[in-house]
């Protein structure tokens, strides 16, 4: 069975700062590695996905799967980035398409 | 184009009543799902469905849920009766799985909020 751990409920930092998003999984295959993101009063939304390999709103991720990380990333913090963001892996065969979540990380950027 | 749509929005109940959530997904998604998020976790998973067939219900408490595609576009997830650790946030999403650059994307819905009193 597949799992996603973000070892990190809450994380602060200060506009301007860099960001690190801390997300590892386990699973024995070939996943497919997500992040998605609730900003307040909005529905939950992909930000981006491993397979992409694009940069969205100034964020990165990059599947390390030695490490089994896929940590999201980004140099210089915003105001605006504060939201939930949650990890999220699709496996592969009968269970594709089926997300299994991290437990998320609330996200705040003080001014 | 129109995203997910679900309600009611908010929904009180007393534990052993019944309810029942709608779910209308993206037009032409053919792969719809409902989560159920508690307070302070990621979303789980109850049920996937492939049209109108149910692809993984494995973690859909079956005693008390029951959900259903007719005519494979929207989808009701029902709990009867009701227990007071239902209260969540069930959450609708949809997706194509078809190939293409949204192909295993999904999109949410704006949830409805269960609370069991």
């Known amino acids: 069975a597949q799992r996603v751990t973000q070892p990190e409920k809450l994380l602060s930092v200060f506009k301007g700062a860099p960001v690190e998003l801390k997300c590892n999984y386990s699973?024995?295959?070939?996943?497919?590695l997500f992040w998605y993101v609730q900003y307040s009063r909005q529905r939950l939304q992909l930000l981006l996905r491993?397979?992409s390999r694009e940069s969205i709103k100034g964020f990165t991720a990059d599947l390390n799967k030695g490490e089994t990380s896929f940590h999201l990333k980004k140099p210089f913090a915003q105001e605006e980035d504060s939201a939930m963001y949650y990890c999220?892996?699709?496996?592969?065969?009968?269970?594709?398409?089926?997300?299994?979540f991290g437990q998320g990380t609330i996200l705040t950027v003080h001014p | 184009e129109a995203g997910v749509a679900q309600s009611p929005r908010y929904k009180i109940i007393e534990k052993r009543q019944s309810v029942a959530f709608w779910c209308n997904p993206i037009?032409?998604?053919?792969?719809l799902y409902w989560y159920q998020q508690i307070l302070g976790q990621g979303p789980k998973l109850l049920i996937q469905?492939?049209?109108?067939?149910?692809?993984?219900d494995s973690q859909l408490p079956k005693d008390r849920f029951s959900a259903e595609r007719l005519k494979g576009v929207d989808s009701t997830l029902k709990i009867q009766p009701a227990k007071l650790e239902d209260s969540a946030v069930y959450l609708c999403?949809?997706?194509?799985?078809?190939?293409?650059?949204?192909?295993?994307?999904?999109?949410f819905g704006a949830g409805t909020r269960l609370s069991v009193l």
């Open positions: 999403a949809s997706s194509s799985l078809r190939s293409g650059k949204a192909k295993n994307i999904q999109y």
């Open positions: 491993h397979i």
């Open positions: 999220a892996l699709s496996a592969g065969g009968t269970s594709y398409g089926k997300l299994t």
């Open positions: 699973y024995s295959g070939s996943p497919e």
């Open positions: 037009s032409g998604h053919a792969t």
């Open positions: 469905f492939q049209n109108n067939g149910v692809v993984d």
